[in-house]
């Protein structure tokens, strides 16, 4: 003989959900989110360190000192470069007209100092270079400056 089927129990709730919707979501310890918040500031501090260092270890700067207007057909520049001595520089000067429009463009070598040509051991010299133009220049400006190695 067989007996009567028996009525399946009810699953319990809990159980019920979770394979509805899926498991409760697990959350992190106090402890882990204390070490993870460290370790990403600990990250962050070393990179913009490594970004601040590295921008100043290869810098090239420039200064305008002035510019003078012989003719027409030419305008001398003078700046001064700072960058580490040893390192050879190029640089971008340019001649511009009455309506800032480039009229003389010339790329400038600036050779490696040594250590003992100037009073800061190097660093800065003064260049005054001329550029050849196509009309009437009224200003005369560095646009750019990097080491030629690059």
Same mark, same amino acid.
């Given at each position: 003989?067989?007996?009567?089927?028996?009525?399946?129990?009810?699953?319990?709730?809990?159980?019920?959900?979770?394979?509805?919707?899926?498991?409760?979501?697990?959350?992190?310890?106090?402890?882990?989110?204390?070490?993870?918040?460290?370790?990403?500031?600990?990250?962050?501090?070393?990179?913009?360190?490594?970004?601040?260092?590295?921008?100043?270890?290869? =810098?090239?700067? %420039?200064?305008?000192? /002035?510019?003078?207007?012989? #003719?027409?057909?030419? $305008? *001398?520049?003078?700046?001064?470069?700072?960058?580490?001595?040893?390192?050879?520089?190029?640089?971008?000067?340019?001649?511009? =007209?009455?309506? %800032?429009?480039?009229? /003389?463009?010339?790329?400038? #070598?600036?050779?490696? $100092? *040594?250590?003992?040509?100037?009073?800061?051991?190097?660093?800065?010299?003064?260049?005054?270079?001329?550029?050849?133009?196509?009309?009437?220049?009224?200003?005369?400006?560095?646009?750019?400056?990097?080491?030629?190695?690059?």
């Amino acid at each position: 003989m067989t007996s009567p089927d028996q009525p399946a129990q009810p699953a319990p709730a809990d159980t019920s959900l979770a394979n509805r919707y899926g498991a409760k979501k697990r959350t992190l310890t106090p402890k882990a989110k204390r070490v993870i918040g460290g370790a990403a500031l600990a990250a962050g501090i070393g990179f913009l360190a490594w970004v601040s260092t590295s921008q100043s270890l290869s =810098d090239v700067t %420039f200064k305008d000192i /002035g510019y003078s207007t012989t #003719d027409a057909t030419l $305008a *001398e520049v003078d700046f001064q470069v700072t960058r580490e001595p040893g390192t050879a520089v190029k640089c971008a000067v340019k001649a511009l =007209d009455s309506k %800032f429009a480039v009229v /003389g463009w010339k790329v400038v #070598d600036i050779p490696p $100092a *040594e250590a003992t040509e100037t009073a800061d051991g190097g660093r800065t010299v003064a260049q005054r270079v001329a550029v050849r133009t196509e009309s009437l220049p009224v200003s005369g400006v560095v646009d750019s400056c990097w080491a030629a190695g690059t």
